[in-house]
């Protein structure tokens, strides 16, 4: 089948187009070439994740070595969609890409978009391979690249930030191959869905307690989960703007894949939320991220730090879903992973228009910037209407399903933690909205032209997603109810 | 009435957003607002009185728009009740535009492009609350309402109003998220739809105490509707400019916030499941002491707009009670005082205004001997007022007649009592402006020159005086509407 003889290219033609475009002179050639190796990428994980969303799963042994001696690339529908998340996100931020990156970066950018489509084809590798060893080979991959893209930053906090991420991303990254090699000291295979297969009979085996514990921890960290989200704020801070749109768009999505992948496939739900209070720590943990970082970016005066706080707490509104381990809870997750992904993306493409013209992120110097700017910050109030989680929006999708989710399994209160986030949400949006539409413009300030249409028209496009997905949900409740069902096994039904 | 034009109501509601557009875009020629606001405000009327001939002939009219999640639906239906708040918020909306137009260019404000473009919005917000099909189409309005109204409150952007609208944003979006919203999922988690269904779809779907507990979460998150303690936005949209007060403040925004809770009572409750509800008599209190309480704090403010602005919060609480009292008299006479208090306030704040613009004048104990000077408005003051306390011969009368047949009818004899000492506390607060303008002497240091205000305010105070009147004799026909709910 020609599908499958495509599946490693997913990965494959970012990877090895980033070595060309590594060598690649000039500005416009490098860009060109990376949007064309992106543009492949979603196409074929497009057309991958049609073929998978009926429970149809693909599998390429690479070298031909029939799993699970050899590597395998195993496609159910639940990387097929983070998968094509993370291409189509990477897309789409390219286009958002040229203006931007040409006025942060003064060098040619043959390097950084090499760095740009190493991150992705790392991003990508992870969430295809069903080996678990591979997985780890792709993390250190995307998460080298991508300390390499947040130095970038113009500013010289970002030097101190990607270092931080760096020291903090290769503890996640060891405690994953901690665990990992648990695993394959007692099993003696690396491939996920034999290790799925032999780890009941060791059920009562403390060391793959400890292989579990040691990977949700590994992951949470990647994933920014509350009391391991330390490096999050300052890397999307002060990277440069097109690396905090793709990293705020796919980057912990793929670590809680990692995290859903074990968890359910490997482990197993039934072993994964007995033999650890998964579902308590989960809950408590991701409860205390939404309040938290919704707590923080409510008093935030650097937007981009407010957004990154914003981050936090909604890795917590996934994690929650998760945590409930239902059917409906796990959709919630996959579609909130989904539907953030559009929201924080055309938040931070709004911003980045901002700061392309302004050269600040400052919530004082965008007083009265509505008048001046007005389609770029129409947009951003848009896609905070979003994030709020208004109807017609995909933010509400996501809050509804997750909210059903709790209403099934009778966790009633969690309704109120959820609309106190919200309204907290809507405070930190409406501070901006508020700056920029209803406060005068200081005495004084420089005048500035409305964002290039080159900007304007990505962003546009995100935003007008962020409503037609709200509307228009049959693509993605199906394609999140395929994850999870995926996940979950066929036991479970449909919401 | 074959000559009005029938559209689909999703046409209807949308008719003041495409003005709104307009307007937005022609902001820069005062000429254009001008235009612009005046055709849309005839249009509008015109096309919801269209939608009145089919449903008086017993036509069903519904549209469903879009199905966004298996049931839950955004749609519109017209029935009575909704029908009568668009006519009201449409007929006002034709008598506001030459007020606002007038006070707002004698008054020297600027920015009037963005002032009428969300003067149409919250308007065409209103129809979309009137014709909703389900709770969440209600709440989808709702919220637009809110929020467009938030620019017409900060509009002269002085920190004393932007303090005033946000007191005002945060308090309606507060109650509506933290209640209203839990409120409704919490519906469609237990009974599978949101549709409003006469006779309700509460009943058997729910035990006794969820119910119990979405009647108050639903009734404190309609913010709009002003009980006590969730009121204190009202007072605080009063630093608006007086024509939002008059059109928004005591007619489209706050009789908006009573229509979703007559309409909740009927179409989603139900009477007979509301009047099984244990908390339906504590709220029935709250709403009876908002009513009273509101009273006597208006009596006390000297500001004229403000104890206007109290006696809105105590007459929206007829309504409440007339929703809570759970008998259909009660309840006929909830949907008529919505439009006899709608006609009767609008009056007050217009004249307000008029006081305002001519002389300068905000308090009541200014007005003495203003009468002599100003003798068209305080008239109209005085039939506004005589409305609001409900005396013949004007349109007031009606609808208390039957809030106090309501509640003789469920037997609530504390209710009764506390009707007819709101009355008498309504002419407590009410006349004495009217009796020092007509009879107190003008103060020896009384500035001379004041004479009436522009043309353009004192003509639509008058006609929505003289609507007053109107309403006295032509009762039977919001009367016989109210009541083909029941029927």
Known sequence: MLLTELLPFIMAVPLIGSGFVAVMPGRSLPWALSTLACLFSAIVAAAVLGATLDGTVLSYPFGNWPPPIGIEYRIDAANALVAFLVASMATVALFWAPKSVASEIEARHGTFYALFLLAVAGLLGITLTGDAFNVFVFLEISSLASYGLIAHGKDRRALLAAFRYLIMGTVGATFFLIGIAFLYMLTGTLNMADLAERLPALSDNNAVRAALAFIIVGMGLKLALLPLHLWLPNAYAYAPNFVTIFLAGTATKVALYVMLRFVFTVFGPEYSFAVLPLSTVLMVLALAGMFAGSWVAMFQIHLKRMLAYSSIAQVGYMVLGVSLATMTGVTAAFLHLLNHALIKTALFMALGCVIYRTGSARLDDLRGLGREMPWTLTAFALAGLSIIGVPTTVGFISKWYLILASIESGAWWLVAFLVITSLMALFYIWRVVEAAWFSARPEGAKKFAEAPLALLIPTWFVVILNFYFGLDTRLTVSAAGAAAQALLGAGASLP | ?487
């Not at chain 2, 979309?128 to 938030?150: H, K, Q, R």
């Not at chain 2, 009980?227 to 706050?254: D, E, I």
């Open chain 2, 1 to 487: 009435m074959s000559f009005l034009p029938e559209f689909s109501p999703l046409t209807v509601v949308l008719i003041p957003f495409a003005g709104a557009v307009l307007i937005a875009f022609g902001a820069g020629s005062l000429r254009w607002v001008k235009t612009v606001s005046w055709l849309t405000s005839i249009v509008f009327l015109a096309s919801v009185w269209g939608l009145a001939g089919p449903l008086l002939s017993g036509q069903a009219i519904e549209q469903e728009l879009w199905e966004f999640l298996p049931g839950m639906t955004i749609g519109f239906a017209i029935e009575p009740l909704g029908l009568l708040f668009a006519l009201l918020a449409s007929t006002l909306w034709i008598l506001a535009t030459p007020y606002a137009i007038g006070y707002m260019t004698h008054g020297g404000y600027s920015h009037l492009g963005r002032f009428f473009a969300c003067y149409a919005i919250a308007l065409g917000a209103a129809a979309g609350i009137a014709f909703s099909e389900n709770l969440l189409t209600l709440f989808l309005f709702y919220e637009i309402l809110s929020v467009s109204t938030y620019p017409l409150v900060a509009h002269d952007g002085s920190e004393k109003s932007k303090k005033g609208a946000r007191t005002y944003l945060s308090l309606l979006l507060l109650t509506s998220i933290c209640f209203w919203l839990p409120a409704m999922i919490w519906v469609w988690a237990s009974t599978g739809t949101m549709s409003f269904t006469p006779g309700g779809i509460l009943a058997g779907q729910v035990t006794p105490a969820a119910g119990a507990v979405l009647l108050v979460l639903f009734m404190f998150g309609t913010g709009k509707a002003a009980l006590m303690p969730f009121h204190r936005w009202l007072p605080a949209a009063m630093v608006a400019p007086t024509p939002v007060s008059a059109l928004l403040h005591a007619v489209a925004v706050v009789k908006a916030g009573v229509f979703v809770v007559l309409k909740l009572a009927i179409y989603i409750f139900g009477l007979d499941y509301l009047k099984s509800l244990a908390t339906s008599d504590v709220m029935l209190y709250v709403a009876t002491f908002t009513m009273l309480a509101a009273s006597l704090v208006a009596m006390h403010q000297d500001n004229l707009k403000a104890r206007l602005a109290y006696s809105t919060v105590s007459q929206l609480s007829y309504i409440v009670v007339g929703a809570l009292l759970a008998s259909s008299l009660a309840a006929i006479g909830g949907g008529m005082h919505m439009l006899m208090h709608g006609f009767g306030k609008i009056t007050l704040f217009f004249c307000a205004g008029a006081i305002y613009l001519a002389s300068g004048k905000t308090r009541v104990s200014e007005l003495d001997g203003l009468a002599r000077q100003m003798p068209v408005t305080m008239s109209a003051f005085l039939l506004g007022a005589l409305c609001v306390i409900g005396l013949p011969p004007l349109g007031g009368l009606w609808s208390k007649w039957n809030l106090v047949m309501g509640a003789f009818d469920s037997g609530q004899i504390v209710v009764l009592m506390a009707f007819l000492v709101s009355t008498l506390l309504n002419i407590a607060y009410l006349l004495p402006p009217v009796v020092r303008a007509f009879l107190a002497p003008p103060p020896a240091d009384a500035p001379t020159g004041i004479r009436e205000a522009p043309m353009a305010c004192v003509i639509p105070l008058s006609l929505t005086a003289l609507g007053t009147i109107l309403l006295f004799f032509g009762a039977g026909l919001p009367y016989g509407l109210m009541e083909s709910i029941f029927r």
